[in-house]
Every structure is written in C-alpha cells, then in structure tokens.
C-alpha cells in the first residue's frame, strides 16, 4: 500500500490494511499508520520537518535527535534507554537507526522503538515503529520492510 498525503517528501509502501492520517504539530508533518482493532501490534509514525541545508547538515541531525529523545520523555512523563545505534543508509540518505525501550511512568508500560533519523537537503526525518515488549519477529521486522522500500522525492 502506498503513502497517501501530500507533501510526504518520501515514498514507501506500507503493509496494507493500514490507516494512514497526516497531520501537523509545531511545522513537522506527521503520517501516523496503525493497523485496524485496538491495540496495533505495530505503530509506524513518519516524521518530517522542512530543512534547508546550510553545509552542517551532520550538526543539525545531531540537534533534530538530540530534540526527540527530549520530546519522547513528555517532559518527564517517561524514561528512554537506548539499546542500540548503528549507521543505516536509506534510500540512499545516510542516517542512524537507534533502538529504546520507551517506560511510561504514569501506568509502567513499556513500548519497544525502532527509530531511524535522517537529513536530506529539503528535510530531517524520524521514521519509526513502536511495539510491545513482547513483539513477534514478524511484528518487528515490520520497519525494516518498510524502510527497504523508501524512496525520497
């Protein structure tokens, strides 16, 4: 199933069956896709915020990371330990994908991400997928399906 939305600078094809909404929060774009029935076993979410490249594009990639890694905590609301970082090119933008286990603290849940930053000349990127804990193989291998598919515009 491809990407719906306009202005997604990017192209994917997403597992079908699967709600895509678009919408803004702050001048980043966000698609949300979910699968149908509550709770999705695997949430993927496509960040993207308009850039415009000034040469220190490995700086800015640093402050966008830095800035969500901050966010995701909801100010104190959760803790985000890394498990993981390893440097992963995609769609031929060189980027760094991090794995976190994401711990709620108002309730104790705990949510698995998969989350790869990137920087294009037009826009830095924050693809990522979150799970339970508890996910399948089949459910987690879901992102790298995707992000073998990505092709940016």
Known sequence: MPVSGAGA??????????????????????LRVTAPGA??????????????????DAQALKEFI????????????ATLKRLS??????????????????????????????????VTSKSLLQFHAATGTKATPAQTATFNKVLNTVKFK
Not at 9 to 30: E, T
Not at 40 to 49: E, N
């Open 39 to 56: 709770p999705p076993p695997v949430v993927l979410a496509f960040t993207f915020a308009p850039y415009k490249s000034t040469g220190n």
């Open 85 to 118: 970082e390893r440097p992963l090119t995609v769609g031929g933008v060189r980027g760094t994908e991090r794995s976190y286990i994401l711990s709620v603290k108002s309730n104790g849940a705990m949510i698995q991400t998969q989350v790869w930053y990137g």
């Open 66 to 77: 830095d800035a969500s890694e901050k966010g995701a905590t909801g100010e104190g609301q």
């Open 9 to 30: 600078p990017f192209q994917a094809d997403l597992p079908a069956g699967r709600a895509q909404q678009i919408g803004a929060s702050g001048g980043l774009q966000i």
